[in-house]
Nanobody, 126 residues
Framework: QVQLVESGGGSVQAGGSLRLSCAAS?????MGWFRQAPGKEREDVAV????????YYADSVKGRFIISQDNTKNTVFLQMKNLKPEDTAMYYC??????????????????????WGRGTQVTVSS
């Protein structure tokens, strides 16, 4: 069982910045965030593959968001810049053990396990 501790988020005006953090209690194959806004479908935002540091970004956040990990590879960060009102959503940290497949918000396949945080709200006002 992997425990996730999320922090960050909050409210900011358009053009502002926020940083999310997510600390896992044990090793993972990948970590990242997906988001969900009222009336919208869930969307993977960013993923980092802890082994080689490879990353994935949704097209909607490329060039504005950066996902990174610390030296332990158990804590990941999502630096969000030039935030837009459409970034307003609940952001959920996700950790995967085993084969890391997207979307992050779906049930794991095979022997993989997934863990989800409780979510943190990001609100961007215009």
């Amino acid at each position: 069982q992997v425990q996730l501790v999320e922090s960050g988020g909050g409210s900011v005006q358009a053009g502002g910045s926020l940083r999310l953090s997510c600390a896992a209690s044990d090793y993972t194959s990948c970590m990242g965030w997906f988001r969900q806004a009222p009336g919208k479908e869930r969307e993977d935002v960013a993923v980092i593959y802890t082994g080689d540091g490879g990353t994935y970004y949704a097209d909607s956040v490329k060039g504005r968001f950066i996902i990174s990990q610390d030296n332990t590879k158990n804590t990941v960060f999502l630096q969000m810049k030039n935030l837009k009102p459409e970034d307003t959503a609940m952001y959920y940290c996700t950790a995967v053990r085993g084969t890391c497949l997207r979307p992050l918000y779906t049930r794991p396949l095979g022997t993989a396990t997934k863990y989800w945080g409780r979510g943190t709200q990001v609100t961007v006002s215009s």
